[in-house]
């Protein structure tokens, strides 16, 4: 099977060949812009025939597409309308849909009331409620695109638990991953793209090496670039997402913020850029409280979805 755009010079995929069999899981490897996204497109029947060559054989009729970015396939305005969508299009009874609403979002663990707004949810809170929606269908082939970069660690563990369950139900898993981390427990076969096809590929190694160790002392007097204090922010107003921090970066230091999905992180980022308010607390950029005008040119918002 190949792949062809039409703005394209050549097929951005050639002569791929594989077979994913009922309770096995692949994992394709690949860098950004190599073809894995259109492969899971193609295998989903969501690709224009003319852009494939060759033949594709799915044994599902409704495959579970999961995009690496989930907002693109949500449709509901809130958390347990998205995840009964399909059983609603497929005529399950009310009783029906709502227990298997409520056992989709445990095994995901999003322990969310039903009537959140999907707009309010993180972007990993998004992709977990969408591989709810999916499992909730019950479908047999699941195409899953980079999970691992919009899950933090227990997201994706749970995933990994997810994933397996299903393998030992007879359904057949895709994922395509750069850094597949705990979901390689998952994988019978691994593949990467080389050469514009793919090949056999093996597991990847954790390659992470912590930084050098740094003189955090010689810039303790100097003035603050960022500087937060005591800030608390609230998450549509209503839900506590981060209490009295306090913190501050100066002129050439790196600041790691970790936490689970939908702590408040994007939040925080936000509000230091100046385009969320604090609920209590202050921010100073640059000597003075933040906002996107002044900071024109002098800061740069990078969003987790692009």
Known sequence: MSIT?????????????????????????????????????????????????????????????????????????????????????????????????????????????????????????????????????????FLVDEAGTQLNASGRRRLAACLLARKA?????????????????????????????????????PSFRPPSPTNAFSRAKERPVLEVSKLSLRAGGETLLVHEASFCLRSGELVLITGPNGSGKSTLIHCMAGFQKPAQGRVSVFGSPPSPTRLRGRMGLVLQNP
Request: charged share 20%.
């Open 169 to 205: 139900a007879g359904c057949s898993l895709l994922l395509c991953e750069q850094d597949p981390g705990e979901l390689q427990s998952c994988a019978d076969r691994f593949w990467k793209v080389e050469n514009g096809t793919i090949v056999p590929d093996q597991p990847v190694m």
């Open 5 to 141: 755009y039409p703005q394209d010079d050549g097929p951005v995929l050639s002569n791929v060949s594989f077979v994913l069999y009922p309770g096995e899981c692949h994992i394709l490897r690949g860098p950004t812009g190599s073809g894995k996204s259109s492969l899971l497109k193609a295998l989903g029947g969501l690709l224009s025939p003319d852009r494939i060559q060759g033949k594709i054989e799915v044994n599902d009729h409704h495959p579970a597409v999961i995009l690496q970015n989930p907002e693109t396939q949500m449709l509901s305005p809130t958390v347990g309308g998205e995840v009964a969508f399909g059983l609603e299009n497929l005529g399950w009874s009310v009783s029906q849909m709502e227990v298997a609403v409520a056992e989709s979002l445990q095994a995901v663990g999003l322990d969310l009331s039903w009537k959140t707004p999907t707009r309010s949810l993180s972007m990993g809170q998004k992709y977990k409620l969408l591989m709810a929606a999916f499992l909730c269908r019950q479908g047999r082939v």
